[in-house]
């Protein structure tokens, strides 16, 4: 994806900014973050969807009162559909443990059984759900088309690729 639509979706969601450069990490070890090193592994026809995705992710933070403590992985493309890796960060996770008096104490551990995550995790299959009916290129609708390689094309894009293919 270009890096104008990249810095687009950093600006609007901060959870979308990327860290360290692919150069600082080599230079540090070895990449471990990939998002922050290669960005958004798709071509710009799914921007629009990503931003979606987003906005959700924001709007169920925004409901819960809780700051997105979300952490992306990994945005690519894999066999024609959308792939949306993360996790989350562990300053909201662990046990919190609460001792009732005169009761068994109740321990709530957030990250399984965590509505919020749950509603999230549904959030980021939808959307890669949805990617096979989007043309990767250029945004219009799509469907899974094998070429060369597996990718998702609106009919234009497809006779475009297979021109090239030839
Ligand atoms: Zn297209």
Redesign the pocket.
């Known amino acids: 994806m270009t890096d104008k639509l990249e810095k687009a979706l950093a600006e609007r969601y901060a959870f979308m900014k990327k860290g360290r450069t692919l150069d600082q990490q080599m230079k540090s070890g070895g990449i471990d973050d990939l998002y922050s090193a290669f960005g958004c592994q798709c071509e710009d026809?799914w921007y629009d969807l990503l931003d979606e995705i987003c906005a959700k992710i924001q709007t169920i933070y925004n409901e819960n009162g809780r700051k997105p403590n979300i952490i992306i992985d990994q945005i690519k493309e894999k066999y024609g559909t959308l792939r949306f890796y993360y996790h989350f960060g562990d300053k909201d996770q662990g046990i919190h443990a609460f001792d009732c008096i005169g009761g068994p104490s109740v321990k709530f551990m957030p990250g399984k059984g965590d509505e919020l995550y749950e509603r999230i995790a549904e959030i980021v299959s939808w959307g890669e759900d949805r990617s096979g009916e989007i043309?990767e290129?250029?945004?219009?609708p799509?469907t899974i088309r094998d070429l060369m390689y597996i990718q998702t094309?609106?009919d234009?894009?497809y006779a475009k690729a297979a021109d090239q293919e030839e």
């Open positions: 026809g043309c290129e250029c945004g219009k799509g094309l609106c234009d894009c």
